[in-house]
């Protein structure tokens, strides 16, 4: 089973950009579906961004669109996600998914790494 683990949050101020890394290690992205949530303070784990194996098609909740870009190097075995125009209820801890059969929307599901903090000063 593949291993995932994120890097490349930090503080940062509203408007700022950053780019979250996910790297798999005990297997190959290229067989998954990868994708990005997060867990703002006090709430439930929520959906953010994700993309088919091929690298193809990615779907993105309506609260990112526009500001957030995901995107994947199979030959890296890393997937990213470039944050622009950040704002400060983007605050939150940001996790990598994978799974194996689908496009994955729910956040009880798949394969976790340990998340990484970002946080968006005003």
């Known amino acids: 089973q593949v291993q995932l683990v994120e890097s490349g949050g930090g503080l940062v101020q509203a408007g700022g950009s950053l780019r979250l890394s996910c790297a798999a290690s005990?297997?190959?992205?290229?067989?998954?579906?990868m994708g990005w949530f997060r867990r703002a303070p006090g709430k439930e784990r929520e959906f953010v961004a994700a993309m088919h194996w091929s690298g193809g098609s990615a779907a993105y909740a309506d609260f990112v669109k526009g500001r957030f870009t995901i995107s994947r190097d199979n030959a890296k075995n890393t997937v990213y996600l470039q944050m622009n125009s950040l704002k400060p209820e983007d605050t939150a801890v940001y996790y990598c998914n994978a799974h194996s059969l689908l496009l994955n929307r729910d956040p009880t599901r798949g394969i976790w790494g340990q998340g990484t903090q970002v946080t968006v000063s005003s």
């Open positions: 005990g297997g190959t992205i290229s067989s998954y579906y």
